[in-house]
């Protein structure tokens, strides 16, 4: 347990949009429609890869907005997907009545973490990003664009499902963010 809140602690969002646009980019390119998808839903959810990688087909297909329940807590989240909803179907059309969303070329199951984390790493080394990239930066680079837009800590820390909006600012990097910036311009 420990090495994974390691490993979601060392992950960054992606603070650039520019840098955003090269992932998606690289996964289309270098990774496949099946990781841009996967990337794509999980910046504009903020839902856990272990919830996206669950998804199974039927539950999705041809829906702007879907109810479901996250792993973690147990706690139904109701997603909007109108924003990216042409794309997604598009993808969907290609799956050939697949039961998973993210099917595994090997088995008949959905993708791993590990696998939706290498080719993560696989679309970040194309583009040159080498700020700590991983499957949680999907769910981090939600929460961090939707402070950033709305500035309403609060709904994040219930969308995230956080106890306390420090966790949630901490979580999306924004304290370190702001101490760095004070820093640069504080003067007596």
């Known amino acids: 347990m420990r090495n994974?809140?390691?490993e979601?602690?060392?992950v960054q969002p992606i603070r650039s949009l520019d840098r955003i646009e090269d992932m998606k980019w690289s996964l289309k390119?270098?990774?496949g429609e099946r990781d841009y998808i996967l990337f794509l839903l999980g910046i504009n959810s903020g839902l856990r890869v272990g919830d996206l990688l669950a998804i199974k087909t039927s539950e999705i297909q041809g829906k702007h907005v879907v109810s479901l329940r996250e792993g973690k807590t147990g706690k139904r989240r109701t997603i909007h997907l109108g924003n990216i909803y042409d794309e997604l179907d598009a993808y969907i059309r290609t799956l050939e009545g697949a039961q998973w969303l993210f099917p595994s070329r090997k088995g008949i199951g959905p993708i791993t973490r590990v696998q939706a984390y290498r080719q993560l790493?696989?679309?970040?080394?194309?583009v040159d990003i080498?700020?700590?990239i991983g499957t949680h930066t999907l769910r981090k680079t939600f929460g961090y664009w939707h402070y950033k837009q709305f500035k309403d800590i609060a709904e994040l820390q219930n969308i995230l499902n956080h106890a306390h909006p420090q966790i949630t600012l901490r979580y999306i990097?924004?304290?370190d963010e702001q101490i760095e910036s004070n820093l640069k311009t504080f003067r007596l």
């Open 4 to 6: 994974k809140q390691r």
């Open 8 to 10: 979601i602690k060392d």
């Open 29 to 31: 390119k270098w990774c």
């Open 121 to 126: 790493q696989k679309a970040a080394q194309m």
């Open 130 to 132: 080498s700020m700590g």
């Open 173 to 175: 990097g924004i304290t």
